[in-house]
């Protein structure tokens, strides 16, 4: 297979292939596996405790903000470590550092304001 669509015919041969096993392998669990419904298997269930009055529950807003501010850090982190590597390349010194302080500026700018407006208290 030469030639500039040839890359392409492989590529979409091997992903027919990938697709009709998986496919195949579905179609035989659902031919050999064995359907006994019933009223206990059927019911809805959260993390293995039977349900128990309505399905509405109200969450506190708190929740989400805790990990609002727990995916915040960890964007953080992820910056930190290829921020790390290039501090110690040459010529990239002084500038990453700045960059990295503005970042952490910013971040460190949206923790004092939501500190101010009181919602990092837990009560």
Avoid: H
Wanted: hydrophobic share 50%; aromatic share 18%.
């Amino acid at each position: 297979m030469d030639g500039y669509y040839g890359s392409y015919v492989l590529v979409a041969a091997l992903l027919a292939l990938g697709v009709a096993i998986v496919a195949g392998a579905l179609f035989a669990n659902r031919l050999l596996r064995p359907s006994r419904p019933t009223p206990e298997k059927l019911t809805t269930y959260e993390c293995g405790v039977d349900p128990v009055g309505e399905g509405w529950a109200q969450s506190q807003v708190r929740y989400y903000v805790f990990t609002y501010l727990y995916v915040v850090f960890a964007v953080d982190a992820v910056f930190l470590f290829p921020w790390a590597t290039v501090f110690d390349a040459p010529g990239y010194g002084l500038t990453t550092l700045v960059e990295m302080f503005v970042f952490l500026g910013f971040i460190a700018l949206g923790i004092l304001y939501a500190w101010r407006k009181r919602v990092l208290t837990w009560t």
